[in-house]
């Protein structure tokens, strides 16, 4: 993996496209992508096939504008011909094309002029929540110069498309505010949580686990969601309407994470956890689920991994390190987060960029895998 940011890089014009622009960890993976590959002289167009509000928003903080195709589409996972077209003639001029999720990349090798090389990412497992397109999936891999996946699912996913090995690489996210701050006034003992309020993310087995606890900590639930008001009235139920705070969605929640006793990520479904990363780098211990990417991510003693929906197991691992027991070497965690900061990760994107514009779209040999 290139350390170093690239030297003597001919400035390239970048039309990013993806399938849906709201607030998420894809999204802001993608975002924070273009705002550090900025210095090395990339100018980004960002293309969105659905956007939300809320999304365009966190892209004006990035300082990347957005031009939106449709709302609400679901076009991350459906193909559609329309958004191909939509995008033909605002791909014309583009030295490089990254589409990040299905509909997107789908399109956009459908309507990628000639001689551009087109790379695609996998945020996530692929699920077809909207109807089954690995017909058309597997139609327009070859057109993929590479394939960026995040977590295994998305690795087997990409292999069953039939895309080469030589052009299949590990997704690598930027994850800031590992030197943040504690906010003051935040309340200590305390749990954290920071994702979306999804049932894919888990917040409910969380909750569940809190309050077997003989002596619950307060809990902040960062992020926004379709469980927030569930979530709610459950805290209610279970006798934790004052230890459970619910913030909402947060621009850095470092500033939250920093100084807690313990991070949770309870996901049922998780290809690589941000917040689990930022935590390590903040040296907050950190239990996981034994999910899909990770116990790849608190590996070699950085974290503490227990089954998904099992809220006992859940439990005792927060108590034994509410105790001070079994805690992870902190010296563990903040060296594995430091490989994801945007001075070690925009390289590896931008050689990888240069290298396919400057050998016409051939892969092989672009960067190393370890």
Known sequence: MADQPSTGLRPLTVARVIGVIERGGAQLSALRLSAALRSDGFVTRLYAGDATAEGIALAATFDVPVEAFARHAHLQWVPSTDFAEWL??????????HAHMFGAWWAAAAAVPDGVPLVATEHNAVTWPHGDYVTEA????????????????????????????????EGRSIVEGIDARPLPGLPSPRVTFAGRLHPEKGP???LEALAMLPDPPAMLL?????????????????????????????RSPG?????????????????????????LGLRVPVVGTAVEGLPATLAE????????????????????????RGVPDPVLGRGYAER?????????????????TLSGAEISGVVSRN
Not at 88 to 97: F, K, N, S, Y
Not at 258 to 279: D, K, N, Y
Request: aromatic share 8%.
């Open 340 to 356: 994801f900061t945007p001075e070690r990760i925009a390289p590896y994107y931008a050689d990888t960029y240069q290298r396919l």
């Open 222 to 250: 960062l992020g926004d969601g379709p469980l927030r008001e569930s979530l709610t009235a459950r805290s209610v139920a279970l006798g934790l309407a004052d230890r459970v705070l619910l913030p909402g969605w947060v």
């Open 88 to 97: 033909r003639p605002r791909l014309a001029g583009a030295d490089l094309v």
């Open 138 to 169: 597997r139609a327009a891999a070859p057109r993929i110069a590479a394939f960026f996946t995040h977590g295994p699912a998305a690795r087997t996913f990409a292999d069953s498309l039939g895309v080469p090995a030589e052009r299949l690489f």
């Open 301 to 324: 003693g950085r974290g503490v991994l227990v089954p998904p929906e099992n809220p006992e197991e859940l439990a005792h691992a927060i108590d034994e390190l509410l105790h001070g």
């Open 255 to 279: 500033s939250y994470i920093a100084g807690a006793t313990v991070h949770v990520v309870p996901s049922r479904e998780e290809a690589w956890s941000q917040s689990a990363v930022l935590a």
């Open 204 to 206: 409910d087995v969380l």
